[in-house]
């Protein structure tokens, strides 16, 4: 049973920086590529970070790039999003997403992901 959990969300004031969790367990997590996807209320699903399953290839949004990094700790089974400088339009629920399967490579796109997390709500008030 694959489960995501999320956490490290909040309330910050813009400019401010967060950093979110995934904790992840019933999944080869060292072999798998993670990724962080976000969703606004009356958006799509949208595109953040993403991480190979060795670590060593990022990938992030345009609107992130330079602002935020993944990483992950295998012995951990967790991968996180270190958030700084942000910005009132962050505000969305983050989702940790997952692929099935081992050495699998990260995308952009959610279809690609069969894992997801509940979310965690991060709130940037201008």
């Known amino acids: 049973q694959v489960q995501l959990v999320e956490s490290g969300g909040g309330l910050v004031q813009a400019g401010g920086s967060l950093r979110l969790s995934c904790a992840a367990s019933?999944?080869?997590?060292?072999?798998?590529?993670m990724a962080w996807f976000r969703q606004a209320p009356g958006k799509e699903r949208e595109f953040v970070a993403a991480?190979?399953?060795?670590?060593?290839?990022?990938d992030y949004a345009d609107s992130v790039k330079g602002r935020v990094t993944i990483s992950r700790d295998n012995a951990k089974n967790t991968v996180y999003l270190q958030m700084n400088s942000l910005k009132p339009e962050d505000t969305a629920i983050y989702y940790c997403?997952?692929?099935?399967?081992?050495?699998?490579?990260?995308?952009?796109?959610?279809?690609?992901?069969?894992?997801w997390g509940q979310g965690t709500q991060v709130t940037v008030s201008s």
């Open positions: 997403a997952a692929r099935n399967g081992i050495f699998t490579v990260a995308t952009m796109r959610p279809l690609d992901y069969d894992y």
């Open positions: 991480i190979a399953w060795s670590g060593g290839s990022q």
């Open positions: 019933g999944l080869p997590f060292r072999f798998a590529a």
